[in-house]
C-alpha cells in the first residue's frame, strides 16, 4: 500500500514562492508518470502539472510559466516549484501517479496553500 505524503504548503503574499514535496514509502514513483494535483474548495481537483519516467513536463495553462514540476526517483520524490504565486493558487495540493483507467494510489492529506495579502 504506497502511502503519499505531501508537504511544504504555507502561506504567502502574492508574488511569493513555495516549493512543495511529495514522497512516499518503497521505490515507487520511478516507473509512473507523477503529477501534482490541486483542490480549492467547492472545486474539482485538477492536475497542474506532470512529470514523465524521462524528465519531460506539462503544466496547466494557469501555471505554466511559474510553476516547475521535477522529480528524484532515488529519493522517491516529486517537488513542486512554484513562483510568483497568485490568490488563485489558493488550494489543497496533492500528489499521486497518473491515472491509469482510472487507477491511482490512495490519496495523501495534502498541503495547503494560501496566498493573500
Known amino acids: 500500500q504506497v502511502q503519499l505524503v505531501e508537504s511544504g504548503g504555507g502561506s504567502v503574499q502574492p508574488g511569493g514562492s513555495l516549493r512543495l514535496s511529495c514522497g512516499a514509502s518503497?521505490?515507487?514513483?520511478?516507473?509512473?508518470?507523477m503529477n501534482w494535483y490541486r483542490q480549492a474548495p467547492g472545486k474539482r481537483r485538477d492536475v497542474v502539472a506532470s512529470?514523465?519516467?524521462?524528465?519531460?513536463?506539462v503544466y496547466a495553462a494557469s501555471v505554466k510559466g511559474r510553476f516547475t514540476i521535477s522529480r528524484d526517483d532515488a529519493k522517491n520524490t516529486v517537488s513542486l516549484q512554484m513562483n510568483s504565486l497568485k490568490p488563485e493558487d489558493t488550494a489543497v495540493y496533492y500528489c499521486?501517479?497518473?491515472?491509469?483507467?482510472?487507477?491511482?494510489?490512495?490519496w495523501g492529506q495534502g498541503t495547503q496553500v494560501t496566498v493573500s495579502s
Open positions: 499521486n501517479r497518473a491515472s491509469d483507467s482510472g487507477i491511482q494510489w490512495n
Open positions: 518503497g521505490s515507487v514513483f520511478k516507473t509512473y508518470v
Open positions: 512529470i514523465t519516467q524521462s524528465g519531460s513536463t
